[in-house]
Structures are given as C-alpha cells and as structure tokens.
C-alpha cells in the first residue's frame, strides 16, 4: 500500500521558535494533502487541504499566517508553526491522495511539545 | 464541527468480553470508514462501507452499514488486550477530506 512518512516524529521547541513538520509520499505522487491536529484524548481534527502548486485552504479557525503550508512538490508538503505557544502542543498528522482522491494515507504523526 | 456522533466514549473491558461502538449522523454518508489509532501513531484504515445495510468482517471485527447509510456499528467478539485503541469512524464524500467521529476509546484488560 501506499506510505506516508512524517519528520520529525516528535520535537521539542521553546516558545517563540518555528517548527517545521515534512510529510512526504513515499511510492505515489500526492495531488492533495491534508494536515490534521489531535489534541490528547480527542479526535482527529482538519486543520487544512494543500493541492500541489497552489495555496492551501484554511479550516474555519486555523490561522493561516500561524500555520504556513507549503506544497512545493507531489511528495512533499511542510507544516511550519511559526512562532509556537504551550498552546500549539498537539500531535499533527498529515494524509495524502493520489490521482483520484479516493483514499487518504496517513502519516505516523507528529508530537509538537512547545514548553 | 463534528458531524459524526460516536458511542461509547470510553469502553473498559475483559478480554473475552463482546463489544459494539457506535457511529451515526444526521446526514447521509457516501461511504464510512473505520480506523483504529494506537498512542502515538496514526490512524490505520480497518474498512470501508458504501452500500446501505453491507456487513464486512475483518477476522473477529464486524462492520455494518445502515441502510439508510446515516449510521454505522463495530461489534468485536471476544475481545484481546492488542485490541486497545482509539476507534475512529470517518465520513467521506467524493473527493473532500475525511471528517472524523470522535472517537471510542476501548481497553481490553487481560
């Protein structure tokens, strides 16, 4: 089946930093990807869907300026959070559609801890 | 704004014990998915049900399929420890993003 890997698996920053989260397709070409936020104890939450070339559309809610989405290539899409706060702590997992959109892979995610 | 209603919240059971979760809505789904998520990890796809009233078994896990295809339910028989998880249901419509259940978290204690 189709891989989704993410990196770093888990960072740890302070706040005020920008960190950088990558979510590559391994063995397809990723024509959408999709970022996730979980918060512990609760569900997966769309943060916002990224299309290859072109800017990435926002969930209502999620500041776009705070969480920069980047598409660059069908492999790859990055997730900065820029300026991070206690607050922002959460596991981010992203997924990805091929040609068709018919099935999203996940990631393995991504633990943010922001002291 | 979650649109998918899962029950229980939280499920604590011996192992052997037989269990059903729940997931429903007030609109219908073009087609559902069940994931299971580990601490730590993502989730990973069990199943997906398209056709209203579909049954699919995936060894001792049973899906089934409203058939108004508003809800859904997971019975698991005899249930073991490395059943413990998160159970998400999904709901999916054509190519737009999955919108998640929130979720079912189930120990299996031996």
């Not at chain 1, 993410?6 to 920008?18: D, E, L, N």
């Not at chain 1, 024509?31 to 996730?36: C, H, N, R, V």
């Not at chain 1, 979980?38 to 916002?48: D, G, T, W, Y």
């Amino acid at each position: 089946g189709a891989v989704v890997s993410q990196h770093p698996s888990r960072v740890i920053c302070k706040s005020g930093t920008s960190v950088k989260i990558e979510c590559r397709s391994l063995d397809f070409q990723a024509t959408t990807m999709f970022w996730y936020r979980q918060f512990p104890k609760q569900s997966l939450m769309l943060m916002a869907t990224s299309n290859e070339g072109s800017k990435a559309t926002y969930e209502q809610g999620v500041e776009k300026d705070k969480f920069l989405i980047n598409h660059a290539s069908l492999t790859l899409s990055t997730l900065t959070v820029t300026s991070a706060h206690p607050e922002d702590s959460s596991f981010y997992i992203c997924s990805a559609t091929g040609e068709g959109g018919d099935t999203q892979y996940f990631g393995p995610g991504t633990r943010l801890t922001v002291l | 704004t979650q649109l998918l209603e899962q029950s229980p919240q939280f499920l604590s059971i011996q192992e052997g014990e037989n269990l059903t979760v729940y997931c429903n809505s007030s609109s219908v789904f073009s087609s559902l998915q069940w994931y299971r998520q580990e601490p730590g990890e993502g989730p990973v796809l069990l199943v997906t049900v398209v056709t209203g009233g579909e049954v699919k078994k995936l060894k001792r896990l049973t899906f089934q399929f409203g058939d108004a295809r508003k809800d859904s339910s997971l019975h698991i028989t005899a249930a073991q420890p490395g059943d413990t998880g998160l159970y998400l249901c999904a709901k999916k419509s054509g190519n737009t993003p999955l919108v998640f259940g929130k979720g079912t978290r189930l120990s299996v204690i031996a």
